[in-house]
């Protein structure tokens, strides 16, 4: 029948923990009448349990029927066979403790891969081994970052970091909230992070290997700062992006475009947190950080409104910039994000009194939205809050605690039972980031009202990330067993001999469909393609992989207790 022959399975295609949830879901064009989810051993075919198929509330995206199976009654570890006769559908998985580990650790590891200025040697980056490149030690000031004491065509030195993304250059907007979720990751579950090793040069020195690897793109940071007037240069970038070219081959000159309002603040933002976060390990360095974050933040104070425009800026300077823009022209979210991480570190009254006035209404990150990091810090460190907070900390919680909420509900209700397929418009550029900090916001729900709906469905996020969704993708390369081949990564395009680099989450369905690439549909949840060319749905960037690397990290420091 046209059922059994359209019908589908999404699930997690890295499997399951053995006292985890288990969610299945099949999905048809036409409707079913009746089903079970038969759940067998796959080594001696014994049965094991039977499940009907629930109906969902909603349908798909696509206007299709969905059913959801839980066999979370499964708690012993082994392999299972997932099967429903009707459909014709069999599928193995794996129930096992360690099943998120060797992820958990990719996530982070990955920002290794993106590491610029330096040669990736064998024992720590194996197949991935790559020769330096882009030093960084000689970056001409362009015309628009021109001041008295750095003229244009100025050379300073800015090396290290990691590349953004597909692309080669180095954008301090996106790198803030990049950094800010990876610390945050670690204030929230320091003693998991303490033990993970993550086999990357620093692994030996007793610092936690995700502070090292943020520390790396911290050292880049500061030097993005003009040390003249405390300003920060939007980004570290060629005049147009590369081809898609190995490291090592892609050597255009290299500038330092405008100093911007959202990158100071953001710089402010980062470098107060990094002052308290690493003041155990780097205690002569972090004085220094948060002088650095002090003195963007008063940049910013008398230069409240200098956006990014790269069109407007072509008109005036040579060469143009074509690179990526982050051009964000809404700079009260970056200036929260700052006051909340400089208020944390320094008790000052003017800090407060700018997030004492400001809305608590609920927004969930992104790249150009900061405010809830440094909402999300606040609430972390409440006993840094004055006495007379209350009432503030408890509007912020419960707007956080309605939010996500909503999120659990929105998913309980969806096709795939997860938050993100509840609403057409999440499928944003980067929409696996929107589901990435979904998850954040579950957890941060978790972690102020002890409600365990929020984990589970912080793990529904999980499972929509690693398979349970509308495109039959793990969208992390190198877990799952349909996951992207070939990203738009310079670094995996100029390798094609190779693997994708693996543990980096690609951007995610987009229906805009900038590119111009051939995509499968024009729904919002199935407008993927794992094409090299599609730059918009099918790229890998800092900031996905960052709440990637915080919810997979998060959970499995939470489900190991
Ligand atoms: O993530 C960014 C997305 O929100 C924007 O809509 C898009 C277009 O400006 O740019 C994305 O960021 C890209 C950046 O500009 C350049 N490096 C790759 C980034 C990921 O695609």
């Keep these: 029948s046209g059922a059994a022959s359209a019908a589908e399975l999404h699930l997690n295609q890295l499997g399951f923990l053995p006292e985890g949830k288990k969610t299945v879901v099949i999905t048809a064009g036409n409707p079913l009448q009746k089903a079970e989810l038969i759940v067998k051993r796959r080594d001696n075919n014994q ?12 349908k ?129 579950y320091p003693d998991f992070f303490r033990n993970r090793v993550l086999n990357i040069p620093e692994s030996d020195n007793p610092v936690p290997d995700i502070l090292d690897e943020v520390h790396y793109n911290l050292e880049w940071l500061l030097a993005m700062q003009d040390p003249e007037d405390g300003g920060v240069y939007h980004k570290l970038t060629t005049a147009g992006f590369e081809g898609m070219v190995a490291a090592h081959e892609a050597v255009q000159p290299r500038y330092m475009v405008q100093k911007t309002t959202a990158a100071a603040l953001d710089f402010a933002a980062v470098m107060a947190q990094a002052a308290r976060v690493f003041e155990p390990y780097f205690p002569s360095e972090t004085p220094g950080y948060l002088q650095a974050a002090q003195q963007a933040w008063q940049w910013a104070e008398k230069n409240p409104d200098v956006a990014y ?38 008790g000052e ?29 606040l609430l972390a460190h409440k006993q840094r809050l004055p006495e007379s907070s209350g009432s503030w900390r408890s509007a912020i919680e ?49 972690r102020i009202t002890g409600n365990t709906d929020f984990l589970r469905s912080a793990e529904d996020t999980r499972d929509y990330l690693l398979g349970r969704n509308a495109t039959g993708y793990s969208f992390v390369t190198g877990f799952g067993d349909k996951t992207p081949q070939h990203p738009h990564h310079r670094l995996a395009a100029a390798r094609p001999d190779l693997p ?33 060319c599609s730059y918009a749905s099918n790229e890998i960037a800092i900031n996905w992989n960052a709440p990637l690397a915080y919810l997979i990290n998060g959970l499995n420091a939470i489900e190991s207790q």
């Design 349 to 377: 009254k003017t800090f407060w009194s700018v997030l004492e006035s400001a809305s608590t209404e609920y927004q969930l990150p992104n790249w150009g939205n900061v405010r809830w990091l440094g909402y999300y810090s």
């Design 500 to 532: 994708p680099l693996p543990g980096f989450l690609v951007g995610g369905p987009n229906p805009s469909q900038p590119d111009g690439c051939t995509y499968p549909s024009k729904v919002a949840d199935l407008s993927y393609t794992d094409h090299v």
């Design 60 to 188: 798909t995206l696509a206007g299709e029927h969905a059913w959801i199976a839980d066999f979370s009654e499964v708690k012993t570890s082994g392999d299972y066979l997932l099967e429903i006769p009707v459909l014709d559908i069999t599928r193995v998985v794996t129930v096992a403790p360690s099943i998120y580990d060797a992820l958990a650790d990719a996530s982070i590891k990955a920002f290794y891969f993106q590491r610029a200025s330096t040669a990736l040697d064998k024992t720590h980056a194996d197949l991935w081994e790559r020769p330096a490149a882009h030093p960084d030690d000689r970056v001409l000031i362009h015309p628009s970052a021109a001041s008295p004491k750095r003229p244009a065509g100025t050379m300073v030195s800015a090396p290290k970091g990691w590349y953004d993304a597909g692309d080669y250059n180095k954008y301090v907007v996106n790198s803030g909230i990049t950094m800010g979720t990876l610390m945050s990751a670690y204030e929230r």
């Design 309 to 346: 425009r790269q069109e407007q800026l072509n008109k005036t300077f040579d060469p143009d910039v074509t690179t990526g823009a982050y051009g964000d022209e809404q700079f009260g979210d970056e200036r929260l994000w700052a006051a909340a991480e400089l208020y944390i570190a320094t």
């Design 47 to 58: 049965l094991v349990t039977r499940i009907e198929l629930q109906a969902a509330k909603e």
């Design 398 to 446: 419960k707007s956080l605690v309605s939010a996500a909420t909503q999120l659990q509900q929105a998913g309980s209700n969806s096709a795939y039972r997860v938050p993100m397929v509840s609403e057409p418009r999440n499928f944003v550029w980067g929409s696996n980031a929107v589901a990435a900090n979904q998850g954040i916001l579950l957890l941060e729900a978790f």
